[in-house]
């Protein structure tokens, strides 16, 4: 198993443009989250899903979007990228039960300039 | 709301024990988490409590006391490896939010 996959690693966009952060997990996890962290600092979550269909605003949605079209995908759209969206965002995805064990993407580093 | 407050930064001997505290603001949750962050890196699940008490993994332990809206970590036998980020982390209706972290500094 792949585990959870994020694209690109590295990305760097000029302000007011837009795109989409990629997440996959071949693990058949029903619930998966996006988080950006800041340097220095935690992880704040910005949406997540309990299943295909379904998502939900984490601490932090403004200027973002999802969609959970499918169980494996989970893309996190940025449109009109402003420099406050400058962050390292990662992808997690967990199964339904007694653990809550967070499987992590490897990040995306994004700079918006 | 809901808040997760922790240490910045602790530091440690080498070969020593350090605990990092997590203490809670908020109410129906269904158990703690802990997480390892090395630099540049992602974050790794450590330990889970479900219920009040002590869950022991190999040299990492964990607490937790709903009571007293308190967990902690317990690092034993300290190495150098282990030089990295602690985060608490509490799942509220599915939501997991985390603590801002704990850097944990170990001199030899």
């Known amino acids: 198993n792949a585990g959870v996959t994020q694209t690109p690693k590295f990305r760097i966009l000029k302000i007011g443009q837009s795109m989409t952060l990629q997440c996959t997990q071949d693990?058949?996890?029903?619930?998966m989250y996006w988080y950006r962290q800041d340097p220095g600092m935690g992880l704040k979550l910005i949406y997540y899903?309990?299943?295909?269909?379904?998502?939900d605003k984490g601490e932090v949605p403004n200027g973002y979007n999802v969609s959970r079209s499918t169980t494996e995908d989970f893309p996190l759209r940025l449109e009109l990228a402003a420099p406050s969206q400058t962050s390292v965002y990662f992808c997690?995805?967990?199964?339904?039960?007694?653990?809550?064990?967070?499987?992590f993407g490897s990040g995306t580093q994004l700079s918006v300039l | 709301g809901q808040s997760l407050e922790q240490p910045s930064e602790v530091t440690a001997v080498e070969g020593a024990i350090v605990q990092i505290n997590c203490t809670y603001q908020?109410?129906?949750?269904?158990?703690l988490s802990w997480y390892q962050q090395h630099d540049g890196g992602a974050p790794t699940f450590l330990s889970y409590?479900?219920?009040?008490g002590l869950e022991e993994t190999g040299r990492f332990s964990s607490f937790l006391s709903r009571s007293d809206s308190y967990g902690y970590l317990l690092l034993q036998e300290l190495q150098m490896k282990d030089s990295a980020s602690y985060f608490c982390?509490?799942?509220?209706?599915?939501?997991?939010?985390f603590g801002k972290g704990t850097r944990l500094h170990i001199l030899p």
């Open positions: 409590n479900a219920l009040d």
């Open positions: 693990m058949n996890h029903n619930y």
């Open positions: 908020t109410s129906g949750f269904y158990g």
């Open positions: 997690a995805s967990r199964r339904e039960g007694t653990n809550e064990k967070l499987f």
């Open positions: 982390a509490v799942n509220r209706d599915d939501k997991i939010i």
């Open positions: 899903s309990v299943g295909a269909g379904i998502t």
